[in-house]
């Protein structure tokens, strides 16, 4: 069964009305019926054709059954000159008979009575099966899908680079050389220049001789370079939240390779500074962009650091002596754990506070350091680093009155009082075995590592406690607080006190050889230049750096350097044996001050060495 839809379009705004009243809505401007037909096969159907618009009305009458699935049959008439076409089924009976004259009354105008002879009987209503229509709309589009892909021009990739070049174009125009006329020799007269030499021979001799026996011109050195200030201060260090604390700079130290300085705070005045922190700070002054207030390091410590010592060859480790009587090596260059070895609190750890530290070569191993720790309990202490961060003593000794020699008269000391406390301590450039003693007492004291008598002491100790004491030097007025050994003499070494005197000994004889009145008030460090045989600097509780060259004058100073304004202690310095014009002193102000020497104070004279050793021998007679 087929279906044809046909779709008549009337332009016209007006309503109208189907001839049962009812009243059709048509659409703004356009109306549409629409007039369907069902047809079975082999029905033909035709549809009327207008000639114009007036003709293309038509009066319609659907004719439809309220009832779902039932449709009546329709047929139209149309007026006007149009043709009439009836649709039916191929099969003729009544009903089509009466709808063909139906569609004629309608399009005559005339109204259709009952049933009659040649009158075409009324509408029957029939019902027919449903048709279904398969949508081939859908199934054309899903056949006509296509999948399309959009793909973007390919990513070009240049590299281009750009040299460039400039040439300089230098001429340097010289004058043209004049050639230099030589002057034809004149004409001697040999015999009587050779009778000449020999009459002033013997006196030109006698003159040599008398200038060479004279000491008019000792210690004058020509001078070609353009003359410099002695002294000048490179660098003051300093760490902001130790000052703030009142810290005092305690100990000084270079490191190995001569570019790092390392300080200790603590406090060296009276009072109990045990439970205090201090730190360990240092710079490297070769590093870019130094910040004199930011050290390259800082190191806490639960207890005040009173000295340092940089290992010989390794440039980042160093040694701290503790007011609590500890030894500490740590590694500056791990920031995050800097500990490395410690003595802890043990039977063997000093019962006093460390008054210096110094790194040995282990005996018969060059390579190996251990570490020499000297207090004001008498005890002198070497350790070694083991596995666990643990620093392992190894040897000791121990200082006894009874046991010191009688090489000088000493002062009687109280009932009881049998340790005798070590300040400071300085070894022999010569021998390695051997070592000068500074002490409370104030006498210098001659040891050796090599003693083997056994100390009169009851302190305990998990090794046995020798006596290291040879011979006694005359004291100061006063505690000593720093010796030097003399690196260009075995036998000269010095040492200064708390009576403002340095002492000029050799380790021959008790008496000093000299004597220098420095400062009315302490002296807390001295120390001979690694490069200059006769000089040695000193620094003093008024706030002075002074520099000495003996073979200028051995009375006073050859330059005093004022370290503090307000006359705080320097309490410590240190020459820097790899860059030997630099010299750093600390004091009590927290502050690190790096002089730089000049030539005058570095450059050894022709015959310095042997003007030491002749003020040696002249004044030991």
């Known amino acids: ?51 114009s618009p007036r003709s293309s009305q038509a009066f319609l009458e659907p004719a439809f059954s309220r009832d779902r699935g039932r449709r009546s049959r329709l047929s139209a008439s149309v007026r006007e000159g149009g043709t009439v076409s009836t649709a039916t089924r191929a099969q003729s009976g009544p009903l089509s008979q ?13 109204v259709a009575s009952g049933p009659g002879p040649g009158r075409p009987g009324p509408l029957q209503d029939e019902t027919l099966g449903v048709a279904s229509v398969p949508s081939q709309w859908r199934a054309v589009q899903g056949i006509r899908g296509e999948t399309k892909s959009c793909q973007t021009a390919s990513i070009a990739t240049a590299n281009v680079s750009a040299q460039a ?49 004279s000491h008019a011109f000792d210690g004058f050195e020509v001078n070609w370079t353009e003359q410099q200030q002695m002294v000048s201060c490179l660098y003051t260090l300093g760490y902001p939240p130790a000052q703030a604390q009142g810290l005092h700079v305690t100990g000084i130290s270079w490191n190995s390779t001569g570019s790092v300085v390392a300080c200790a705070y603590g406090r060296l005045d009276h009072g109990d500074w045990s439970t205090l922190k201090s730190f360990v700070c240092a710079w490297n002054l070769d590093r870019r962009g130094l910040s004199p207030r930011q050290p ?9 650091v009173l000295c340092l010592a940089f290992h010989p060859t390794q440039p980042s480790h160093v040694a701290g002596g503790l007011y609590s009587g500890e030894v500490l090596v740590w590694d500056l260059s791990r920031p995050e754990d800097p500990l490395l070895w410690r003595t802890g609190l043990t039977d063997d750890t000093h019962t006093d506070p460390v008054s210096q530290v110094v790194w040995l070569p282990e005996p018969g191993h060059s390579h190996r350091f251990q570490v020499l720790s000297v207090a004001t309990d008498g005890k002198v202490l070497l350790w070694r680093g083991v596995g666990a961060g643990q620093l392992q003593l190894t040897e000791g000794f ?17 009932r009881g009082e049998t340790e005798v406390g070590a300040t400071a301590v300085a070894f022999s450039s010569f021998d390695p075995r051997l070592f000068i003693l500074g002490t409370e007492g104030g006498f210098p004291l001659k040891c050796s590592l090599a003693a083997g008598e056994a100390a009169l002491t009851r302190t305990p100790s998990s090794v046995p406690l020798r006596a290291p004491a040879q011979f006694t030097f005359s004291p100061h007025g006063g505690p000593v607080y720093s010796v030097s050994c003399s690196p260009f003499h075995r036998n000269l070494f010095l040492s200064a006190g708390t009576d ?50 003996l073979q200028k004058s051995s009375q006073k100073p050859t330059v005093l350097i004022k ?27 927290g502050t690190v001050k790096v002089w730089q020497l000049s030539t005058e104070f570095v450059e050894q004279g022709p015959r310095e060495a042997e003007d030491l050793d002749h003020l040696a021998a002249e004044v030991a007679t």
């Open 1 to 51: 069964m087929n279906i044809l839809l046909l779709y008549v379009w009337y332009p016209s705004a007006q309503n109208s009305r189907a001839r049962h009243g009812r009243r059709l809505q048509p659409s703004p401007g356009l109306c549409a019926w629409q007039l369907s037909a069902i047809f079975e096969p082999g029905t033909n159907a035709s549809f009327p054709q207008f000639s």
């Open 98 to 110: 009466a709808g063909s004259a139906r569609v004629a009354v309608l399009a005559t105008g005339g």
């Open 165 to 213: 070049r400039s040439h300089v174009d230098a001429q340097v125009q010289t004058e043209a050389p004049v050639p230099v006329s030589v002057q034809p020799l004149s004409r001697y007269n040999m015999p009587r220049l050779a009778a000449f030499l020999r009459r002033v021979e013997a006196m030109v001799i006698r003159e040599l001789n008398k200038n060479w026996q």
């Open 563 to 589: 370290q503090t304004q307000d006359e705080s202690p320097v309490y410590c310095l240190e020459f820097n044996s790899q860059q030997t014009q630099l010299l750093a002193a600390g004091d009590a102000q």
């Open 398 to 414: 121990a200082l006894v009155m009874q046991q010191l020699p009688r090489s000088t008269k000493l002062k009687k000391h109280s």
């Open 296 to 304: 390259s390091a800082v190191v806490e410590v639960p207890s005040a």
């Open 500 to 549: 403002g005197h340095v002492h000029l000994y050799s380790m021959l004889q008790a008496p000093p050889l000299t004597s220098l009145q420095l400062s009315l008030k302490y002296l807390f460090a001295v120390r001979w230049s690694p490069v200059r045989p006769l000089v040695f600097a000193a620094a003093s509780g008024e706030g002075d750096v002074l520099l000495f060259d």
